[in-house]
């Protein structure tokens, strides 16, 4: 018997996701392999996301009602319907109507990945912020519980991504050569900061989310806010540089850049590939190893 992170009684607790499990059942569905691979240990296969003893059984049943409500009207048109093999948008689901259980899904996501995450004073985090990020922390578990109305004076925005392939434009020498993995077939969750800035960053495959902590407004992005209600579209014009930066360049660096194969891994990878070349082919995954062959070469050409 421990604590629940969110109702706070003494419960026995389950094993709970930080990321939902639709996510991760998505990304072993459209795999060349039918394996997860995550970036902090690339060598290892695994058959599910990690699970923590953070949420008793009611509180689990709270967010899988959200959960439920977002995969089937948002996740799954998105990736199934809009999306095709390549990650390239389609448009065929033009925009999404929602009501406050969007809301309530993405705090529920963001308030695991801020209570989950350890700060040490290696991550050069001014006391203020962090004293900020725990007081809306604590916010968002009320709000979560109906104990409050409103996650405070913070915004919530959600980015609907797809394969650079499909753009036009300049593409930037600092872009990683696989960013369209990052971008199609990731997971994320981190806090973000700055001497003056502080917010919350999110990832569950091609759809993004980012809550601001400070400041509370992030401009130029009326397009991409969550509120109570209302219609979200899936074709965004991103014009906040700050996010577009993040999203595309410094994230994928900072998670990718690092990532490689044993050659051991190597091996295995390339005979699972091999004993399932009909799945392999026609999956997202090698399709857009493919693209992100393609942005290495046009990088060679800037």
Same mark, same amino acid.
């Given at each position: 018997?421990?604590k629940c992170?969110?109702?706070?009684?003494t419960k026995?607790?389950?094993?709970?996701?930080?990321i939902?499990?639709?996510?991760?059942?998505?990304?072993k569905?459209t795999?060349?392999?039918?394996?997860?691979?995550?970036?902090k240990n690339?060598?290892q296969r695994?058959?599910?996301?990690?699970?923590?003893?953070?949420?008793?059984l009611?509180?689990?049943k709270?967010?899988?009602?959200?959960?439920?409500?977002?995969?089937?009207?948002?996740?799954?048109?998105?990736?199934?319907?809009e999306?095709n093999?390549?990650?390239?948008a389609?448009?065929?689901v033009k925009?999404?109507?929602?009501t406050?259980?969007l809301?309530?899904? @993405?705090? /529920?996501?963001?308030?695991r +990945?801020?209570?989950?995450?350890? =700060?040490?004073? *290696?991550?050069?985090?001014?006391e203020?912020f962090?004293?900020?990020?725990?007081?809306?922390t604590?916010?968002?578990?009320?709000?979560?519980?109906n104990?409050?109305?409103?996650?405070?004076?913070c915004e919530t925005?959600?980015?609907?991504?797809?394969?650079?392939?499909?753009?036009?434009?300049h593409?930037?020498?600092?872009?990683n050569d696989?960013?369209n993995?990052?971008?199609?077939?990731?997971?994320d969750g981190t806090l973000?900061?700055?001497h003056?800035?502080?917010?919350?960053?999110?990832?569950?495959?091609?759809i993004?989310?980012?809550?601001t902590?400070?400041?509370?407004?992030? @401009?130029d /992005?009326?397009?991409t806010? +969550?509120?109570l209600?209302?219609v =979200?579209?899936? *074709?965004?014009?991103?014009?906040?540089?700050?996010?577009?930066?993040?999203?595309?360049?410094t994230?994928?660096?900072?998670?990718?850049s690092?990532?490689k194969?044993?050659?051991k891994?190597?091996?295995?990878?390339k005979?699972?590939?091999?004993?399932?070349?009909?799945?392999?082919?026609?999956?997202?995954?090698?399709?857009?190893?493919?693209?992100?062959?393609?942005?290495?070469?046009?990088?060679?050409?800037?």
């Amino acid at each position: 018997m421990s604590k629940c992170a969110l109702c706070r009684n003494t419960k026995e607790l389950v094993g709970s996701h930080i990321i939902p499990a639709f996510v991760y059942r998505w990304i072993k569905e459209t795999s060349a392999t039918g394996y997860l691979r995550f970036s902090k240990n690339i060598n290892q296969r695994y058959q599910d996301g990690t699970k923590i003893k953070l949420l008793c059984l009611d509180c689990e049943k709270r967010f899988n009602t959200y959960e439920t409500l977002f995969s089937n009207n948002i996740f799954y048109p998105y990736v199934n319907e809009e999306l095709n093999l390549e990650g390239i948008a389609q448009g065929k689901v033009k925009s999404i109507k929602y009501t406050d259980w969007l809301l309530r899904f @993405v705090i /529920s996501l963001q308030w695991r +990945i801020s209570v989950t995450s350890k =700060i040490t004073s *290696a991550d050069n985090i001014a006391e203020d912020f962090i004293e900020l990020r725990d007081e809306i922390t604590e916010r968002w578990r009320r709000y979560l519980l109906n104990e409050v109305e409103s996650t405070g004076e913070c915004e919530t925005h959600i980015y609907f991504l797809q394969n650079l392939v499909a753009g036009s434009g300049h593409l930037p020498s600092t872009i990683n050569d696989r960013v369209n993995f990052y971008l199609l077939r990731s997971t994320d969750g981190t806090l973000v900061y700055s001497h003056k800035k502080l917010g919350l960053f999110s990832k569950i495959g091609p759809i993004a989310f980012f809550t601001t902590l400070k400041p509370k407004k992030l @401009v130029d /992005s009326e397009d991409t806010r +969550i509120k109570l209600k209302g219609v =979200i579209k899936t *074709a965004q014009r991103l014009h906040n540089s700050t996010i577009v930066d993040f999203i595309f360049i410094t994230r994928p660096n900072e998670v990718m850049s690092n990532v490689k194969y044993s050659e051991k891994q190597n091996k295995k990878v390339k005979e699972t590939l091999m004993n399932n070349l009909d799945k392999a082919s026609t999956s997202m995954t090698f399709n857009v190893i493919e693209s992100d062959f393609v942005i290495k070469e046009l990088k060679k050409r800037t």
